[in-house]
């Protein structure tokens, strides 16, 4: 039978077992979205695969189109992103990454910014695993989404006056009068207009401190409730 070949770049984002040696890979393709295809003898020890189809590998495929499962037809890795797995707080960030950009992305819809981003936070993880990165990479994500957070004057009463909470239901920072969800220090505020505003380096080369978990903890409740938003709508539409 004949099937449609295709080349693609990817990045394993993660898999799971088929049968008794096989194997289905999640790729965050360059060109081809999301996809997920069988790599077949994957489990065997002399897999022609071997790890190049682990999760966070960084591979050049060849793939056979298939109905609803691609198939694998060839892989070669195009860098090793294996320096993280030395460290756990790396393998975790790496992780971190992978999880959000597989909640966000979409079976079979090109989105090559996406994929670059990916790519870019996982080398970014391994070459000097910034305290920021996971954050910023979320926050980012959130941008391409169109969600960006108000961070100059207050969101609600739209004065410019000091901004001491954040509040994501509310769509960013708030002032003194208006607050409402978490306390928001000024150091995470300025970490923030740094990653949403073109400073992405300067941002990234912050000491870990208690801003940058700060900045963590907003990013991590943002996506998530970003996500949850996004299930619902997805819910409400296969009911109709
Ligand atoms: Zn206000």
Redesign the pocket.
């Known amino acids: 039978m004949a099937s449609h070949l295709y080349r693609d770049t990817a990045v394993v984002l993660r898999t799971y077992k088929l049968g008794e040696s096989d194997r289905i890979v999640v790729l965050l393709t360059e060109n081809h979205g999301k996809v997920r295809a069988v790599a077949k003898g994957v489990r065997k020890t002399l897999s022609r695969f071997g790890a190049r189809l682990e999760p966070m590998s960084h591979v050049r495929l060849l793939l056979a189109q298939g109905r609803d499962l691609d198939i694998v037809s060839q892989a070669e890795a195009v860098e090793s992103l294996a320096p993280m797995m030395t460290d756990l707080d790396h393998l975790t960030a790496g992780i971190a990454v992978l999880e959000a950009a597989d909640q966000m992305s979409l079976d079979r819809e090109p989105n090559a910014h996406l994929y670059r981003m990916v790519v870019g936070a996982l080398r970014t993880i391994g070459e000097q695993g910034s305290a920021l990165v996971v954050p910023a990479f979320f926050w980012k994500l959130l941008a391409l989404e169109g969600v960006r957070p108000q961070l100059d004057v207050?969101v609600?009463?739209?004065?410019d006056?000091p901004l001491v909470s954040f509040d994501m239901h509310q769509g960013g920072a708030?002032?003194?009068?208006?607050r409402s969800g978490a306390p928001l220090s000024e150091e995470a505020l300025q970490l923030m207009r740094m990653i949403l505003g073109g400073r992405l380096n300067d941002a990234l080369a912050a000491p870990r401190s208690s801003a940058t978990h700060e900045v963590q903890t907003h990013a991590t409740k943002a996506l998530e409730h970003h996500i949850e938003r996004r299930l619902r709508t997805v819910a409400m539409f296969e009911r109709t």
Do not use: D, M, Q
């Open positions: 207050c609600r009463c739209g004065e006056n708030l002032c003194r009068n208006c």
